[in-house]
């Protein structure tokens, strides 16, 4: 009987098959590692190749070699097999409305902020909880891998479908100088204070570092790169023991847990700039659970961290919203 034409050219059996002679590096290998005799797992090799009417190895070479056709069906298949494996244990807890493990990539400036109450609320709803702090690019590779089941950061993922987006917090870049600094209101007064202080800039392997850089190509300005920094806690360490200056964010600021007394904060010439937060999941794998989480992250900085923001500095309250 023929295949019908939108019979799948596999199944999962064979994929895992398949991955297994990947990562062993040949077909005796991956049958030792399977409990499967050598010719079962080339038997399987053969009939997904036949099926996909592609060679997935290059039989020429020792170790095994994957062709381009094979290295696609690999990244493919992995991502394939790691959703298929979550199905049984995501099922075996939908009746106690436990999920077996969840992870969360946490952009590092909120680490301070909601690391806490993030794993608090996790820990009543799964077995397992990983939350990982870091930067966001970081954060976003994982998710599109499958490694994270949701990040909470700026979102860069564009139209990348099978996503739900839910808005944490907003606020604005700040200009933050020492303590009774002149005031800067224009492009030039900033330009004149990149020359009698440092700028202690963010990294451009950051989201934060990437948007301060083209709000200062867009205002016409090359400061110099000469200090910068992946977290924000040497950013504003540099700027309160005087000689340097930046461009930073109210919930930057409380992160680096720094006494604020010595610093003066301004809105940055120019455009106003600002970033949005927003926690990212896939559509439906979680339930309502990333609703949830963010509910308790939005109330959480309401209640908690922006009132201890605007009581260690007044002038970062406006900058910070939630919707």
Same mark, same amino acid.
């Given at each position: 009987?023929?295949?019908?034409? &939108? ?15 990947? &990562? ?22 053969? =009939?997904?190749?036949? #099926? ?9 070479? #020792? ?11 690999? +990244? ?9 494996? +979550?199905?049984?244990?995501? $099922? ?15 952009? =590092? ?7 806490? !109450? ?10 397992? @909880?990983? @939350? ?26 564009? =139209? ?13 870049? $700040? ?9 800067? *209101?224009?492009?030039? &007064? ?27 190509? #867009?205002? %016409?300005? *090359? ?6 920094? =992946? ?10 023991? %005087? ?15 720094? &006494? ?11 455009? +106003? ?11 439906? +794998?979680?339930?309502?659970? !990333? ?5 308790? $992250? ?9 009132? *201890? ?15």
């Amino acid at each position: 009987m023929s295949a019908r034409a &939108d019979d799948l050219p596999f199944d999962l059996r064979s994929l895992s098959i398949f991955l297994a002679a990947c &990562d062993a590096g040949g077909m005796a290998a991956a049958a030792r590692r399977l409990g499967l005799t050598q010719p079962a797992v080339s038997l399987a090799v053969a =009939d997904l190749e036949a #099926r996909l009417n592609a060679a997935l190895f290059d039989r020429s070479v #020792r170790p095994l070699a994957l062709t381009a056709a094979g290295a696609l069906l690999r +990244q493919r298949a992995s991502a394939l097999l790691s959703e298929a494996r +979550q199905i049984a244990p995501v $099922m075996r807890e939908a009746g106690r409305r436990r999920f077996p493990l969840v992870r969360v990539g946490l952009v =590092d400036s909120l680490s301070r902020a909601l690391a806490a !109450p993030l794993a608090a609320h996790l820990a009543g709803r799964a077995e397992e @909880v990983s @939350v990982f702090s870091g930067l966001t690019a970081a954060h976003a590779s994982a998710l599109v891998t499958r490694n994270l089941d949701m990040m909470i950061g700026v979102d860069d993922l564009g =139209d990348m479908p099978g996503l739900e987006r839910w808005p944490i917090v907003a606020e604005s870049y $700040m200009l933050a100088t020492p303590k009774g600094t002149a005031p800067v *209101e224009t492009v030039a &007064d900033l330009e004149r204070l990149s020359a009698e202080l440092r700028f202690a800039r963010y990294s451009a392997r950051s989201s934060t570092g990437v948007d301060i850089d083209r709000h200062l190509r #867009r205002l %016409g300005l *090359e400061l110099p790169r000469s200090l910068e920094f =992946d977290t924000p806690h040497g950013v504003t360490a540099m700027v309160a023991n %005087g000689g340097h200056f930046a461009i930073t964010t109210p919930l930057c600021l409380f992160e680096a847990a720094h &006494d604020l007394s010595g610093i003066d904060f301004a809105p940055t010439p120019g455009p +106003q700039l600002r970033r949005q937060l927003t926690l990212v999941a896939y559509r439906h +794998q979680l339930g309502r659970l !990333p609703a949830e989480v963010a509910d308790v $992250m939005r109330d959480t900085l309401r209640a908690e961290i922006i009132p *201890e923001i605007e009581s260690a500095a007044p002038a970062l309250a406006a900058a910070i919203s939630t919707p």
